[in-house]
């Protein structure tokens, strides 16, 4: 299980990284936060292009951050929005966090701080992954 003080630590990167989130066009910020087995945690957020299509997404500019450092196994990941409804992860997200993991909570936090739990698993089920092939 997760300690609380890991979750809180992951919420406070992830809040920091949608601070720093480059969205001239769309004005929604995303952060997010990653703990790799190790036990570091990556942050990241999303950078958006004049050339619209090539924006990169919070999570995936976490978890590569983290992949360039060697990591391999995803344990849990947080997104965080500062407006009112929760975040959901796209699905290119979502494969890309079934690269690094089968099963790992995925937490979704508004900008009130409010908590919602899910799993990799319930947002993308009978996933296609690295052991298919
Ligand atoms: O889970 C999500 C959903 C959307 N976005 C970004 C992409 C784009 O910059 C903006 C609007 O889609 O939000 C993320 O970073 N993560």
New binding site residues.
């Given amino acids: 299980m997760l300690d609380p003080k890991l979750i809180q630590e992951l919420i406070n990167r992830a809040k920091a990284a949608y601070e720093q989130a480059y ?1 001239p066009y ?1 004005h ?1 910020p ?1 952060g997010s936060a990653a703990l790799f087995s190790s036990g570091k945690i990556y942050s990241g957020c ?1 950078v ?1 292009n004049a050339s619209y299509g090539l ?1 990169v ?3 995936r500019n976490a978890i590569f951050q983290a992949i360039a450092r060697g990591e391999r196994e995803l344990k849990a990941i947080v ?1 965080a929005v500062p407006s009112d409804v929760f ?4 699905g290119a ?1 979502r494969q890309v966090i079934r690269e690094f993991a089968v099963d790992c909570p995925v937490i979704l936090m508004n900008g009130q701080g409010h908590l919602r739990w899910t799993s990799l698993k319930v947002l993308l089920p009978e996933a296609f992954g690295p052991e298919f092939l």
């Fill in positions: 969205v769309s929604y995303v999303n958006e924006t997404c919070a999570e997104i975040p959901s992860p796209c997200c």
